[in-house]
């Protein structure tokens, strides 16, 4: 014991900087790994998993009835392009520059009562989420040829990278800007609401079941409405923040308007 005493004495500085660097490099890995990638949702449950997926998923890539056709209001397209309303919109695409000082992200609205997955998924919606909108509802979109070919290169330009459920993420934000914000087709959704995924890189097969999917069988990827999106790990955003936040998948997170 005298001889350990006397040699920490010492070594006493070699066994302070050698306990300082093991706290150190403790601290670093809880930052990384503890506050890491689960970290980025701040733990409020939004973050899709496999437990939201629907078992079924595969299934409702099938082709069913045909498509009704929408009513779009040509005045409702010119409000929607108001500032305030989509011009501060930024999406998902290839933008590397940070628009704002980072923000705390939005947590998703507290559900009155438990969520059903099974309920949604029998519904046929290809996620289920803790706050689903009971009300949600839209009518079929008949895409012309010009549309569609758009439709699927926005998807893969944008969330290509989310295989089908990613794409047809995209392909109801678009759909639900039509429906409910007055667009009456794709390339005004992408010039007003400043989607920035690049479409002159082709597409995928996942692209093109994720829009058949969502506009010729009518089918949604969650019940409730998306309209905005954004990548964190791209930009930071306090507008996409201050609105309604729904869900994040892969990272991309989903957001209705407050």
């Given at each position: 014991m005298k001889r350990f005493k006397e040699l920490f004495i010492r070594r006493r500085r070699v066994f302070m900087i050698a306990g300082v660097t093991i706290l150190v490099a403790a601290f670093v890995a809880l930052t990384v790994f503890g506050f890491g990638s689960s970290g980025k949702d701040n733990g409020n449950g939004g973050e899709i998993t496999e437990s939201n997926i629907n078992p079924g998923a595969?299934?409702?890539?099938?082709?069913?009835?045909?498509?009704?056709?929408?009513?779009?209001?040509?005045?409702?397209?010119?409000?929607?392009?108001?500032?305030?309303?989509?011009?501060?919109?930024?999406?998902?695409?290839?933008?590397?520059?940070?628009?704002?000082?980072?923000?705390?992200?939005?947590?998703?609205?507290?559900?009155?009562?438990?969520?059903?997955?099974?309920?949604?998924?029998?519904?046929?919606?290809?996620?289920?989420?803790?706050?689903?909108?009971?009300?949600?509802?839209?009518?079929?979109?008949?895409?012309?040829?010009?549309?569609?070919?758009?439709?699927?290169?926005?998807?893969?330009?944008?969330?290509?990278?989310?295989?089908?459920?990613?794409?047809?993420?995209?392909?109801?934000?678009?759909?639900?800007?039509?429906?409910?914000?007055?667009?009456?087709?794709?390339?005004?959704?992408?010039?007003?609401?400043?989607y920035d995924g690049r479409t002159d890189v082709g597409t995928s097969d996942a692209c093109r079941q994720a829009v058949r999917f969502v506009f010729d069988d009518n089918g949604n990827a969650v019940q409730h409405r998306l309209l905005y999106m954004y990548n964190p790990y791209l930009v930071t955003s306090s507008f996409h923040e201050s609105q309604n936040f729904i869900l994040s998948f892969q990272g991309v997170r989903f957001f209705d308007k407050r």
């Open positions: 595969e299934r409702l890539t099938e082709t069913s009835a045909a498509p009704t056709t929408c009513a779009t209001s040509a005045a409702s397209t010119a409000a929607s392009t108001q500032a305030g309303t989509t011009a501060a919109v930024q999406t998902t695409g290839a933008q590397t520059t940070t628009m704002e000082p980072p923000v705390p992200f939005a947590t998703a609205a507290a559900p009155e009562y438990p969520a059903d997955y099974q309920s949604q998924w029998d519904a046929g919606y290809l996620i289920a989420i803790d706050n689903p909108d009971y009300s949600y509802g839209t009518s079929a979109i008949t895409l012309s040829d010009a549309d569609r070919d758009l439709l699927e290169r926005l998807c893969m330009g944008e969330f290509g990278s989310g295989g089908f459920i990613g794409a047809a993420l995209i392909a109801q934000s678009v759909k639900d800007a039509m429906c409910f914000e007055g667009y009456s087709n794709v390339a005004d959704v992408i010039k007003y609401c400043r």
